[in-house]
């Protein structure tokens, strides 16, 4: 078993900056894929980046490319989100997704663990 705990969201303009955290506890990190979600009100959650656990790959929804960066620190058993150039349209609760298995990346139900989310923000 795997908790995650999800951190950094907050509120941002329009082409500002934000790093999420998900720092992960009980089982092995390193033995886990990784993956970032978001789901803005009134819809489906979509998937946004994910990684594989040695952190040699990874994917990105188009709408993120170019923008978000997901990246892993095994020593701190943490996974990172950086945004930039955010837009309005990335307003969302993120959601930091693991999985020991699904190395597929996009599906949320190829994950078995996910944290509670942490609120993004972003004005026009």
């Known amino acids: 078993q795997v908790q995650l705990v999800e951190s950094g969201g907050g509120l941002v303009q329009a082409g500002g900056s934000l790093r999420l955290s998900c720092a992960a506890s009980?089982?092995?990190?390193?033995?886990?894929?990784m993956g970032w979600f978001r789901q803005a009100p009134g819809k489906e959650r979509e998937f946004v980046a994910s990684i594989s656990r040695s952190g040699g790959n990874t994917k990105y929804a188009d709408s993120v490319k170019g923008r978000f960066t997901i990246s892993r620190d095994t020593s701190k058993n943490t996974v990172f989100l950086q945004m930039n150039s955010l837009k309005p349209e990335d307003t969302a609760v993120y959601y930091c997704?693991?999985?020991?298995?699904?190395?597929?990346?996009?599906?949320?139900?190829?994950?078995?663990?996910w944290g509670q989310g942490t609120q993004v923000t972003v004005s026009s």
């Open positions: 997704a693991a999985d020991p298995w699904y190395s597929g990346g996009s599906n949320p139900t190829g994950y078995g663990h």
């Open positions: 009980g089982r092995i990190f390193s033995s886990y894929n």
